[in-house]
């Protein structure tokens, strides 16, 4: 399957001034959007929050942010990231966050070089 960089980019830039929301613009549904961007689908999420303390309940009932990860995406050495991958790094509130992802004021960026975790960013390469 081949990637859809424009799509990817197009996708970015249309959420580059939309606030993060729990409900909707959250950074899991941002990276599984940019999946879908690059690929035309996505795995699914299988399950939802509203809230900060919603996310939170689910995450610490799966196991943590990282265990949620590894369960949809295919985890990769950060060294081997493409551009599209999925990249995170420590973050003290949820235990990770994305390099590139939603925040307040739009989209984040994270440099590169903050970047401890990654996952294949494709929809055959997920673990569901």
Not at 72 to 91: K, T
């Amino acid at each position: 399957m081949t990637r859809d960089y424009e799509a990817l980019a197009a996708y970015i830039e249309s959420r580059s001034n939309m606030p993060f929301d729990w409900n909707g613009n959250c950074c899991a549904r941002f990276s599984l959007g940019a999946i879908e961007a690059q690929f035309g689908e996505a795995p699914e999420l299988g399950f939802s929050w509203k809230t900060a303390i919603g996310a939170k309940r689910v995450i610490a009932a799966r196991g943590g942010m990282l265990s949620i990860i590894n369960e949809i995406l295919m985890p990769i050495a950060p060294g081997a990231a493409m551009r599209g991958d999925i990249a995170g790094c420590p973050d003290d509130d949820l235990g990770l966050a994305l390099l590139i992802g939603p925040c307040e004021n739009g989209i984040r960026h994270i440099p590169r070089g903050f970047m401890t975790h990654a996952w294949r960013a494709a929809p055959s390469c997920h673990n569901v």
